[in-house]
Structures are given as C-alpha cells and as structure tokens.
C-alpha cells in the first residue's frame, strides 16, 4: 500500500476521532472486532507524564496461530489533545505509520508487511465508522 494512502487513512481518522476515551484493553479489542490481529504484548517504560505506553505486535494471520508477527506501539494519552500531540511526534518520524482514534495513537513500524498495515488501516476505518 502506498505510504501516500496511508498518510490518508490516518488523517481521515485524526478528524473523525471524537472525544472518546480508550484503555488498552478496549482499544486493542476494538480494532481486532474489525479484524486488525493485534495482541497487547505488554507495558513499556516511560517517563513521560500523562502517557501509557505499550508494546503490541500484528499477527500475519489472525486467528490462525502463526507466530510470526510486525509490531508496533500503542499510545494512551490521558485525552485526545495528548493524543493530538503524540500523533504529531510520530508524524515527525520518517520511520512509522501513525493512526490516532480519540486517546490512543497507533504506531506500527515502517517495515511492517504490507497486508498487516492494509488489515489494521481497515479496522481503523471499520472502527472509525461505529
């Protein structure tokens, strides 16, 4: 998938994020509700106040116990003008793909599989339609 329609896929979710609150939990089975394949792998360290971080990783085939898997990082912000600002960090970086939906940003690593971002881009916008 062209990183132009990802950029796309994000922004279009940036503006249509609301003011809902998410927790790790909620957020990560939301989006698997919607077939994104994600698994909460943990906490991460972080110094940084009014932010959780945690590890999570993108099966190549939900459901169909394959270990091998992309990652990325999910963001909770305490709300979504923090959430606001750590999306526009990682829009900074030249190496992830960002999504943001209310509290929560999304950091999935460039080098991921092409289909596991198209699969997560589709839960985004599957989620963003609720």
Not at 5 to 12: D, E, G, Q, T, V
Not at 91 to 114: H, K, Q, T, W, Y
């Amino acid at each position: 998938m062209p990183a132009a329609l990802l950029c796309l896929i994000a922004l279009a979710f940036v503006a249509c994020g609301g003011e809902r609150s998410f927790d790790a939990e909620e957020f990560v089975g939301e989006l698997n509700d919607h077939g994104a394949g994600l698994a909460l792998e943990g906490s991460l360290p972080n110094e940084q106040a009014g932010v959780e971080v945690y590890s999570v990783a993108i099966a190549a085939n939900p459901g169909q116990g394959e270990d091998d898997h992309s990652g990325g990082s999910l963001v909770l912000a305490d709300d979504a003008d923090g959430a606001i600002a750590e999306h526009e960090r990682c829009e900074g970086a030249v190496s992830f793909i960002c999504f943001r939906a209310a509290n929560a940003v999304l950091i999935v690593e460039d080098g991921s599989r092409p289909q596991d971002i198209e699969r997560v881009g589709a839960a985004i916008r599957a989620l963003e339609s609720d």
